[in-house]
């Protein structure tokens, strides 16, 4: 069984500040891990993946998560926090193949100008 | 390319009726995936088809809720009859085959009054 927690319900930093969403994962098989965005009202948006390769991954928007396996983590972050980047974010977990993602149950983050 | 499509975006029905909606997924993506999102939680999947067939519907409520996938491609989810927690944003997403992410479309948003 795979499953996912999400630190923190609500996140709010400041314009310009670091953003640190956390993302710890439960899973009997090596895990694919996902980071999607939900704005308001519009359907979940892939941030970024890691399927095994580099355990640091790059994603859109300036955003970077890393996968640690002796922590079972794999924390979203972004050096600079823009009024833009406020939306709900979903950390999820998938074994290989065509599995079905298991969702954390998300973060909002407000970014205060 | 064009995205996962949905209709409607919006529904709204009474209790004890019953609902129907449609989802279009990417061209040429193999696997289609239903997902219900209750309001402050992470989407939960009801069903996965791969093509036509069905490989996971073990948290569908199959005693009000029905999916199909016909010809592998168009699928539709149906609720009969309705209950007040049926409110919900109901995601589609699809993917090819092999270990890609999940493509969301807009999501139809349920009213149950």
């Known amino acids: 069984a795979q499953s996912v927690t999400q630190l923190g319900s609500h996140v709010s930093v400041s314009e310009g500040a670091l953003v640190l969403l956390r993302c710890n994962y439960s899973?009997?098989?090596?895990?694919?891990l996902f980071w999607y965005v939900q704005y308001p009202n519009q359907g979940l948006q892939l941030l970024l993946k890691y399927t095994s390769a580099a355990t640091l991954v790059k994603g859109i928007n300036g955003f970077e998560a890393e996968f640690k396996k002796s922590e079972t983590s794999f924390h979203l972050t972004k050096p600079s926090a823009h009024m833009s980047d406020a939306a709900e974010y979903f950390c999820a977990v998938s074994g290989t193949g065509n599995t079905p993602l298991v969702f954390g149950k998300g973060t909002r983050l407000s970014v205060i100008a | 390319e064009a995205g996962v499509a949905q209709s409607p975006r919006y529904k709204i029905i009474e209790k004890r009726q019953s609902v129907a909606f449609w989802c279009n997924p990417i061209?040429?993506?193999?696997?289609l995936y239903w997902y219900q999102q209750i309001l402050g939680q992470g989407p939960k999947l009801l069903i996965q088809f791969q093509n036509n067939g069905v490989v996971d519907d073990s948290q569908l409520p199959k005693d009000r809720f029905s999916a199909e996938r016909l010809k592998g491609v168009d699928s539709t989810l149906k609720i009969q009859p309705a209950k007040l927690e049926d409110s919900a944003v109901y995601l589609c997403a699809s993917s090819p085959l092999g270990p890609y992410e999940q493509y969301f479309g807009p999501g139809t948003r349920l009213t149950v009054t």
């Open positions: 899973s009997s098989v090596p895990p694919y």
């Open positions: 061209s040429g993506h193999a696997t």
